[in-house]
């Protein structure tokens, strides 16, 4: 009798003490979270956009189901929910137009106001180049400032640059960035979620900035960081192509493609979210260039256009709404060309998909016929 009672205390007593453990770790864990945030709270500027922001994307990921169809076997992206929802129900597809649904009213969390002046001996802006890149890929931005960007001279030349983001997963990440932003300041940051079905709001970032922040820039070009640009024969092009990039974007582009409706495509755009049969023409998103007038008539029209997660297409449908046209250039490559002297002539303007590692290879090959 005593033996039993005595077991049955020691199991008591144990579970006890898993019941204890538990709440000690679950406390010490909150502990740690909350000074983590009153960490970032206090040293970073970034904690209350990346609140709100989170708090704005999950409301909308709940009240956006009835939008999309139960039958759909993919999530649509939950920026795609946002704008949606802002349009007047019954919605069962997105429309062609709205009224104000796309206001990008984001909140600038590092912003180098400095990129485009031509005070103190600078030079006056011909082309500006903004850059769209990821937190992670510190070793890209920075074989760009050491290979094709060295000419601008740290954004005193005639040719200005940045690179853009997103939010940073993670207060390490964006003390890492704060830290490259201050070394380099060639860093635009928003308070949107950095991710691949947000590469319109990047790209309108990028319009905005622009617009409002370099508008004594003749010509725009916007690029991704794994890109190979002959800025030689970019001024080239342009000095060519002037009078036509007065009212059309320039770069690869395709006069006629038709949406992917297969959901296990990185492209897949159902027909609740895309709703025709064909996009309008659209230059690449690898590398595009146009005038600063294109550019600030883009962003003011953009306010209307609803959100559309492919930025090339989406830029596409800002240009039609405008009535203006893309162009097909030639030296624009969507792909990556074969390494070589050719990458030194004014045969070509971009390359894609070039490790930082091949990119410096490039980059200081001799080329004594060029």
């Excluded at 960490?39 to 009240?63: G, W």
């Excluded at 429309?95 to 796309?102: A, K, T, V, Y």
């Excluded at 997963?169 to 380099?184: F, W």
């Excluded at 070039?354 to 001799?366: D, G, H, Q, R």
Aim: some cysteine; glycine content about 4%; charged content about 20%.
């Amino acid at each position: 009798m005593c033996n039993t009672i005595t077991r049955q205390l020691k199991k008591i007593v144990c579970s006890a003490c898993g019941i204890v453990n538990i709440i000690y770790l679950t406390t010490t864990i909150s502990v740690i979270v909350l000074m983590q945030l009153f960490y970032v709270n206090y040293q970073l500027k970034s904690v209350v956009p990346i609140a709100n922001n989170v708090k704005q994307e999950l409301k909308v990921f709940i009240s956006f189901r009835s939008l999309s169809p139960s039958t759909n076997p993919t999530p649509l992206p939950t920026t795609f929910r946002k704008f949606m929802s802002k349009i007047q129900r019954p919605v069962t597809k997105r429309p062609d137009m709205c009224q104000g649904c796309f206001a990008h009213n984001y909140t600038y969390i590092l912003d180098n106001e400095d990129i485009c002046s031509t005070g103190d001996g600078k030079q006056e802006v011909n082309i500006l180049v903004l850059i769209s890149t990821t937190h992670k890929n510190t070793e890209s931005r920075k074989a760009l400032r050491e290979t094709w960007l060295s000419p601008s001279w740290k954004n005193t030349g005639d040719v200005r640059y940045a690179f853009l983001l997103g939010m940073a997963p993670d207060s390490a990440t964006q003390v890492a960035i704060e830290t490259e932003s201050a070394t380099y300041q060639d860093i635009i940051q928003e308070d949107f979620v950095d991710s691949y079905n947000n590469l319109t709001l990047k790209t309108m970032m990028a319009f905005k900035w622009a617009s409002t922040k370099c508008k004594n820039a003749k010509y725009f070009m916007k690029t991704d960081d794994d890109m190979y640009v002959n800025l030689e024969s970019l001024k080239n092009t342009l000095r060519k192509n002037s009078f036509v990039l007065q009212k059309s974007i320039g770069g690869f582009c395709n006069l006629s493609r038709e949406p992917i409706r297969t959901n296990t495509s990185k492209w897949y755009a159902p027909f609740e979210m895309f709703p025709h049969k064909e996009y309008p023409p659209y230059c690449s998103g690898t590398g595009y260039v146009t005038s600063l007038d294109v550019v600030q008539k883009v962003y003011q029209v953009s306010k209307n256009i609803p959100f559309f997660y492919l930025e090339d297409v989406y830029v596409s449908l800002c240009m039609k709404k405008l009535g203006l046209n893309m162009t097909h250039l030639p030296g624009f490559h969507a792909d990556q060309q074969k390494p070589g002297c050719v990458y030194k002539t004014n045969e070509l303007v971009t390359s894609h998909r070039l490790t930082p590692k091949l990119l410096k290879e490039i980059w200081n090959k001799k080329c004594n016929d060029v």
